[in-house]
């Protein structure tokens, strides 16, 4: 009969040959790791897609976090496409249900970079899977990709996109918002948007007045901007700080404003409160607005006056609203019958009889002049700005670039109602004057996304940019950020100190990931026998009846009993048992007290009688 092997047999050589093979392709998974350079695999994940050979063709939203597009706004969808080996033919885009978005042929045989964008409108709340092809003139079709800065690799549209909210307080600046001449001034603004797009932001100061300097802290990233404001004057006045805030879109623009009063030594400027509105107002029916207000000084103050502005910080944008209002009045209502739409600050200002006059000024919330229904045909994703601005840079300060021929892009978006003067446009990497070389995408007259590759390839360390362009309205922007290109080899900072020796990180993680496979290549082989020897040889132990004796023919060596064992073994012996008997023992009888006494004497007598003789 053949002998069969159990099935729990098969079980744990299957058992042990998985776990020799798990042990096995651990060196593969720890050179991986090393090769990675980080154990957190998210960040290579989501990384930013660059237009190369590799991904000739890019979807990306130039001025939205396309994970978090708010469902029935029209955002814009932009297309760089660049083709190396042939020119362009056609391109086209689907989103996932096979419905066509953009389409376009092109007749240029000459031509090998293309930049398109069109209007995009999601109507349902859920992700939606966008993809396209380019075809050149010989045939080859490529697919289009989507790339973001955001830690998305598709889109998604969500019910309701929040606006980005400040959640400082000029009024917590340090000293104070009046300090005198000579006195440092500290504010650090902070503001978050909970859907976690980036923050655009845009800062100005008093024209011609440069000592508050802006320190950045959190660019706008993740949905956190920090910037710490800093700075002293020797120039007594009342200085205007702005900032606007937006995520992108054209009704989440936010602003702060503020006045930072510099009093001279020994006197003091008018210091003014608008009281009323306390908050943030919306008109959209009304056309008046009332404003109350406190003022405070040592001097007399000799009058008001009252603007209103989009911009407060230059004051070439104010509107006139009454420049000469009692010092005795508090209040004031304003007309805005002639007022555009727009969002707004009042601004109101009071003036003191000192040579020169001290002059104290104060900043309302924020006005927003809604009356006109948007047109169906502008897109939700264009903000309307007071001043020209550069926004979705890229690549960061914060980003990690391997690339040595990284994609160089920035979007412009001019004063609203005024157009970007493309002659103006000026863009510098490294000092050096690359103008002429980048690429300039034209996505609506006050809006414009310029993009530059490198056709040779950039050495790794720090790289300057700067861009600066000009409006019709006379608006000015400019913008300079660096980033930093490492190749991934290890930095020379990067090492450990060992007995003097300097070793870098890397070769020591690898040397320690050796040794540690080497000892668990020696230990687990214990461990697996350990855990998996077979134990059909082991005998059973029978737990309810004792163990019987080993089977032995060898006589058992009984140790001779000592000395003392003898001794005590010959002078003490048991007592023979009694045997009963059936006879009576005879009764003891005590004898009488007084016949007991008579006997004791005659015994003592007797003895006497002894001792005489």
């Known amino acids: 009969m053949k002998s069969r092997k159990a099935p729990i047999q098969k079980r744990k050589r299957r058992s042990i040959l998985l776990t020799f093979l798990l042990l096995f392709t651990l060196p593969i998974f720890v050179f991986s790791l090393l090769e990675n350079k980080s154990f957190d695999f998210r960040n290579r994940a989501f990384e930013e897609i660059e237009l190369s050979e590799i991904n000739p063709c890019i979807i990306s939203f130039p001025n939205v976090n396309p994970y978090t597009i708010e469902v029935n706004n029209t955002v814009r969808i932009q297309i760089d496409a660049l083709s190396k080996d042939s020119t362009i033919k056609s391109i086209s885009i689907t989103d996932g249900n096979g419905n066509e978005l953009f389409t376009k042929s092109y007749e240029d045989t000459s031509l090998t970079r293309i930049t398109e964008s069109f209007a995009y409108t999601p109507t349902v709340a859920r992700a939606y899977n966008l993809t396209g092809s380019l075809n050149n003139m010989d045939g080859k079709t490529y697919g289009c990709v989507i790339s973001s800065p955001y830690d998305i690799k598709g889109v998604k549209a969500i019910t309701t996109?929040?606006?980005?909210?400040?959640?400082?307080?000029?009024?917590?600046?340090?000293?104070?918002?009046?300090?005198?001449?000579?006195?440092?001034?500290?504010?650090?603004?902070?503001?978050?948007?909970?859907?976690?797009?980036?923050?655009?932001?845009?800062?100005?100061?008093?024209?011609?007045?440069?000592?508050?300097?802006?320190?950045?802290?959190?660019?706008?990233?993740?949905?956190?901007?920090?910037?710490?404001?800093?700075?002293?004057?020797?120039?007594?006045?009342?200085?205007?700080?702005?900032?606007?805030?937006?995520?992108?879109?054209?009704?989440?623009l936010s602003s702060q404003s503020w006045v930072i009063s510099v009093s001279p030594k020994g006197n003091d400027n008018p210091t003014v409160t608008i009281i009323e509105p306390a908050s943030s107002v919306t008109i959209k029916n009304e056309n008046s607005l009332a404003i109350s207000w406190e003022a405070i000084d040592s001097n007399p103050i000799i009058r008001y006056e009252l603007y209103i502005s989009s911009n407060p910080v230059n004051e070439l944008a104010w509107q006139e609203i009454n420049k000469n209002i009692p010092p005795t009045q508090s209040s004031y209502t304003i007309d805005l019958s002639t007022i555009t739409d727009g969002t707004y600050r009042i601004i109101l200002r009071a003036i003191d009889n000192q040579s020169p006059a001290g002059i104290g000024m104060d900043v309302s919330p924020e006005v927003l002049i809604s009356r006109e229904e948007k047109d169906p045909k502008d897109p939700d994703d264009s903000p309307k700005l007071p001043e020209p601005q550069i926004i979705n840079i890229s690549p960061t300060s914060s980003d990690e670039v391997s690339n040595t021929n990284p994609t160089i892009k920035a979007s412009l978006i001019g004063t609203e109602n005024s157009s970007i003067d493309e002659s103006s446009i000026v863009v510098k990497l490294d000092n050096i004057d690359i103008t002429k070389e980048i690429k300039i995408n034209k996505i609506s007259d006050s809006e414009y996304t310029v993009i530059y590759i490198p056709e040779n390839s950039l050495t790794t360390g720090l790289h300057?940019?700067?861009?600066?362009?000009?409006?019709?309205?006379?608006?000015?922007?400019?913008?300079?950020?660096?980033?930093?290109?490492?190749?991934?080899?290890?930095?020379?900072?990067?090492?450990?100190?060992?007995?003097?020796?300097?070793?870098?990180?890397?070769?020591?993680?690898?040397?320690?990931?050796g040794i540690g496979l080497i000892a668990l290549a020696i230990v687990m082989p214990m461990i697996i026998m350990a855990i998996w020897k077979d134990k059909s040889e082991e005998i059973s132990t029978n737990t309810v009846l004792p163990q019987s004796l080993p089977k032995t023919d060898d006589i058992p060596i009984v140790n001779p009993p000592t000395e003392m064992e003898t001794l005590v073994k010959e002078s003490f012996q048991a007592p023979e048992p009694e045997i009963p008997t059936n006879e009576v023992s005879p009764v003891f009888e005590a004898p009488e007290p007084d016949e007991d006494l008579t006997n004791l004497y005659k015994e003592l007598q007797d003895l006497e009688e002894k001792d005489s003789k």
């Open 161 to 252: 996109n929040s606006k980005p909210e400040f959640i400082s307080n000029p009024r917590s600046s340090i000293p104070s918002q009046n300090i005198q001449t000579g006195v440092t001034y500290e504010y650090t603004l902070k503001a978050e948007d909970i859907d976690k797009d980036t923050i655009n932001y845009s800062y100005s100061f008093t024209t011609g007045q440069s000592w508050l300097k802006a320190t950045v802290v959190d660019g706008g990233g993740g949905g956190k901007l920090t910037i710490k404001f800093r700075g002293s004057t020797n120039t007594p006045g009342s200085y205007l700080a702005n900032v606007f805030i937006h995520d992108g879109y054209s009704k989440h």
């Open 464 to 513: 300057k940019v700067y861009i600066f362009f000009k409006d019709t309205k006379g608006g000015e922007a400019e913008k300079e950020w660096t980033f930093n290109i490492s190749t991934g080899e290890e930095d020379d900072d990067d090492n450990f100190i060992i007995f003097g020796l300097e070793i870098s990180k890397r070769t020591a993680y690898i040397i320690g990931g």
